[in-house]
């Protein structure tokens, strides 16, 4: 339940997508997110951190190893979304 906790925080989910192709600094991620404030950027990168999902890195933030298999896990998530989406209209 923990992990779905985390998952289910506002922008938990799009910080991972948009850390799927490689490391981005906080800015950068500031600009991919838009619409997220700094405070509240900040402090999903803490709990991702500290959940060992995301690291630091001299080129910014990036997903650990457990956090690119909880990436590719949430492939099939994704790809049933499409599919939801598309069906909607």
């Known amino acids: 339940m923990a992990a779905l906790d985390l998952l289910g925080r506002r922008w938990t989910l799009r ?5 799927r192709e490689g490391p981005l600094t906080f800015r950068a991620m500031r600009n991919a997110c838009e619409g997220v404030s700094p ?7 803490r709990e991702l951190r ?10 910014g ?4 190893r ?8 949430l492939v099939p998530l994704y790809r049933w979304s499409e599919t939801w989406e598309g069906q909607r209209r």
């Open 15 to 19: 910080i991972l997508w948009e850390l």
């Open 39 to 45: 405070s509240v950027l900040n402090t999903r990168m």
């Open 50 to 59: 500290e959940a060992g999902i995301v690291e630091r890195t001299d080129t």
């Open 61 to 64: 933030y990036a997903l650990t």
């Open 66 to 73: 457990s956090g690119d298999a909880l990436r590719r896990s």
